[in-house]
């Protein structure tokens, strides 16, 4: 079984910035995806990502804010859409550091 993508966006927010997100269900976990997800959301501004969340292989499930990267606590597919839409919004309202 191969994995399913189950979430796909590609649009362009009121600035004309790029969002993208792709999400897709394993057919079985992993040691970097325990819960059986492979993601990847991203906010570009001026063809520069300032904004990321993913789990490429090998780097478990962490976080990019600008020039920071961090570990990040996957809890749930909602909750990972709602952590990274909340990042956008806190990054549009001009307080770019998180």
Do not use: C
Not at 9 to 35: G, R
Not at 79 to 95: I, V
């Amino acid at each position: 079984m191969k994995a399913e993508l189950i979430k796909y966006v590609k649009a362009v927010d009121e600035f004309n910035n790029t969002i993208k997100i792709k999400i897709w269900q394993l057919p079985e976990s992993s040691e970097d995806k325990p819960h059986r997800y492979k993601y990847s959301l991203v906010y570009i501004v001026e063809d520069v990502r300032v904004i990321g969340y993913d789990n490429a292989e090998g780097k478990g499930d962490h976080r990019h804010y600008e020039s920071t990267e961090k570990p990040y606590s996957f809890k749930s597919i909602e909750r990972l859409l709602d952590d990274f839409y909340k990042d956008m919004e806190h990054y549009k309202g001009g307080k770019h550091e998180s």
